[in-house]
């Protein structure tokens, strides 16, 4: 089974820059196929990026493509989103999710380890 644990969230203006950080404690993440959502107040958890197990095929919801990168450090059982151009909608919890196999999934109940969610705020 995996823990997983994220980190680096904070409170950034508008067109800063944010990297989270997603570690594990238990089995590796390079065993996993990892993704990145992210809940808004009021909103349903959404996709935000994901990373194929095994590789470095990766996917993006629209809404970040450009603007956000995720990357695994296998060595360091670590994978990263980083967040450029920050906006005021990028406002939300930012969850990091881990799931058998190869899919990469955009829907949430299709992961199955979840972290406890790292709070990133914008200020306009």
């Known amino acids: 089974q995996v823990q997983l644990i994220e980190s680096g969230g904070g409170l950034v203006q508008a067109g800063g820059s944010l990297r989270l950080s997603c570690t594990s404690s238990?089995?590796?993440?390079?065993?996993?196929?990892m993704a990145w959502f992210r809940q808004a107040p009021g909103k349903e958890r959404e996709f935000v990026a994901a990373?194929?197990?095994?590789?470095?095929?990766?996917f993006y919801a629209d809404s970040v493509k450009g603007r956000f990168t995720i990357a695994r450090d296998n060595a360091k059982n670590t994978v990263y989103l980083q967040i450029n151009s920050l906006k005021p909608e990028d406002t939300a919890v930012y969850y990091c999710?881990?799931?058998?196999?190869?899919?990469?999934?955009?829907?949430?109940?299709?992961?199955?380890?979840w972290g406890q969610g790292t709070q990133v705020t914008v200020s306009s």
């Open positions: 990373i194929r197990r095994g590789g470095s095929s990766t």
């Open positions: 238990g089995r590796a993440v390079s065993g996993y196929t």
């Open positions: 999710a881990a799931r058998e196999g190869f899919y990469t999934g955009t829907q949430a109940p299709e992961y199955t380890y």
